[in-house]
């Protein structure tokens, strides 16, 4: 690996993101990604980065920083900063009350004004799709909604993340039962198939689904959603 700094380097033992350190990384994941880092999520930054700072045998924040600016490998690695910290645990039919909602009220509202209209197109845009649970859990709603009708519509989930690892798993399908926690047994029955510890989502999910890599802080990418 080519790097500016030396690999006999060593990480620092108790590996603690100084103030001027963290203001610095804070900006800089902000300026290339959009994602703004509060300072009672410091410990995101100092936690997660620091595998990424013993890979590259660097001693401190502040030379990670310089790698992100410098090294020829800085594309590569800001690739992987994306991946680190955007993250997240979820789950599929997560936040129970607000998905009701969109299922008993904006949904059903939604499709009648379409049908008012004799209009049989629909978009939805999960922004953040992160391992896809969000915008499959949409698109099985949208099955269960419609049920018999759903063939004679257009319907298209546009779900969007930065990290293309998340993206990578999300086209995959393919979850664990914790991932389904929180989602209703016949559910699970209809719409994923079991294969050994993993469940996987069924191809007509699949179809309601378009994924890809989006910066949310890019205009010029956004207008490709829109």
Request: proline share 3%.
């Given at each position: 690996m080519?790097?500016?700094?030396?690999?006999t380097?060593?990480?620092?033992?108790?590996?603690?993101?100084?103030?001027?350190?963290?203001?610095?990384?804070?900006?800089?994941?902000?300026?290339?990604?959009g994602?703004f880092?509060?300072?009672?999520?410091r410990?995101?930054i100092?936690n997660r980065?620091?595998?990424?700072?013993?890979?590259?045998?660097l001693?401190?924040?502040a030379?990670?920083y310089?790698?992100?600016?410098y090294?020829p490998?800085?594309?590569?690695?800001?690739?992987?900063l994306?991946e680190?910290i955007t993250?997240n645990e979820?789950?599929?039919?997560?936040?129970?009350?607000?998905?009701?909602?969109?299922?008993?009220n904006?949904?059903p509202?939604?499709?009648e004004r379409?049908?008012?209209?004799?209009?049989?197109?629909?978009?939805?845009?999960?922004?953040g799709?992160?391992?896809g649970?969000?915008p499959y859990t949409l698109?099985?709603i949208l099955?269960?909604?419609?049920?018999?009708?759903?063939?004679?519509?257009?319907?298209?989930?546009?779900a969007n993340?930065l990290s293309e690892?998340?993206?990578?798993?999300?086209r995959q399908?393919?979850?664990?039962e914790?991932?389904l926690?929180?989602?209703?047994?016949?559910?699970v029955a209809?719409?994923?198939?079991?294969?050994?510890?993993r469940?996987v989502i069924?191809?007509e999910v699949?179809?309601?689904?378009t994924f890809?890599?989006?910066?949310?802080?890019?205009?010029?990418?956004?207008?490709?959603?829109?």
């Open positions: 080519s790097s500016l700094f030396s690999k380097s060593a990480l620092r033992k108790d590996l603690k993101i100084l103030d001027a350190e963290f203001v610095q990384m804070r900006d800089f994941i902000y300026s290339q990604s994602i880092v509060a300072d009672s999520r410990y995101l100092e980065l620091a595998s990424r700072l013993k890979e590259l045998n001693k401190t924040f030379e990670y310089y790698y992100l600016q090294d490998g800085r594309r590569q690695e800001l690739n992987r994306f680190v993250t979820t789950s599929f039919y997560r936040n129970p009350p607000q998905l009701k909602i969109f299922q008993d904006i949904l509202e939604v499709l379409l049908r008012a209209r004799r209009e049989r197109r629909l978009r939805i845009w999960s922004a799709c992160s391992t649970e969000e698109a099985i099955m269960e909604t419609l049920r018999a009708e759903l063939p004679s519509w257009d319907i298209r989930i546009i993340d690892a998340v993206l990578a798993a999300a399908g393919y979850y664990t914790y991932s926690r929180t989602t209703p047994r016949e559910i209809r719409y994923f198939i079991q294969d050994g510890p469940f069924r191809p699949k179809r309601l689904v890809g890599q989006i910066n949310l802080s890019d205009r010029a990418q956004l207008k490709r959603v829109e």
